[in-house]
């Protein structure tokens, strides 16, 4: 069973640049959501996506904005980015029949805005 | 809002001690609880899953248990080991409400554990 993976590992972006990052669910899981990890903080949640459309959403604003595959792999898309885009970016694979299912998170993309 | 609090902040205790780590959330409306573990610069590592449903959940050496009302989960590592070295997380889902929505984990600030050998 292939675990939740994530690519590139570390980029370095300028600011107002945009980027890409990307997820491969775990084998069998139909959703995908995307946290961002200041240093020293906890995950904070962005979106999730289920059956490729966005289910939820946390407090982030529209310049943040992503999407699901057929075979349930994720992009996370950030335009305009700004210093305090600077973080760890998490992505975290589950299988919700009725909700609240454990996930499963990859080692993530360190992304350095400059 | 859902706030997520761990304490302590840190902790450091020789090897082979048996410790508690705790976890309080504001709000008892969730769906479940999990505990990670993170080491520096990685991902997350689930370790347990308690349901609301359910007070506690074991792993090995590792006990989890969560009071709803009171708001409140702990961690129970027995006999420590330098390997438990890493940043514990506690986060909560809240239940989902009408429509189909789904939400999130809400994270603490985790516990930053060394354990000395």
């Known amino acids: 069973e292939t675990g939740v993976t994530q690519s590139p590992t570390h980029l370095i972006k300028t600011r107002g640049q945009q980027v890409t990052l990307r997820c491969s669910s775990q084998?069998?899981?139909?959703?995908v959501s995307w946290y961002q990890q200041a240093l020293g903080q906890g995950p904070q949640f962005i979106f999730q996506?289920?059956?490729?459309?966005?289910?939820g959403r946390g407090n982030f604003p529209p310049r943040f904005s992503g999407l699901q595959f057929p075979n349930y792999s994720s992009e996370l898309n950030v335009n305009a980015l700004e210093l305090d885009d600077s973080a760890l970016y998490l992505c975290a694979s589950s299988l919700e029949l009725t909700g609240g299912s454990e996930q499963y998170f990859g080692p993530g993309t360190r992304l350095t805005v400059t | 809002k859902q706030e997520v609090t761990q304490i302590p902040a840190a902790l450091s205790v020789p090897e082979g001690e048996n410790l508690v780590l705790n976890c309080s959330f504001t709000d008892s409306a969730i769906y479940n609880l999990q505990w990670f573990r993170q080491d520096p610069g990685k991902g997350l590592t689930s370790l347990l899953l308690i349901q609301s449903s359910q007070r506690e959940q074991t792993s090995g050496r590792l006990n989890a248990s969560l009071d709803k009302s009171s708001g409140r989960s702990t961690l129970y590592i027995a006999a420590s080991q330098p390997g438990d070295s890493a940043t514990y997380l506690c986060?909560?889902?809240?239940?989902?409400?009408?429509?189909?929505?789904?939400?999130?984990?809400?994270f603490g600030k985790g516990t930053h554990l060394i354990i000395q050998p």
């Open positions: 986060a909560v889902r809240r239940v989902f409400y009408s429509g189909g929505g789904a939400d999130g984990l809400t």
């Open positions: 084998s069998g899981h139909n959703t």
């Open positions: 996506y289920y059956r490729e459309e966005e289910n």
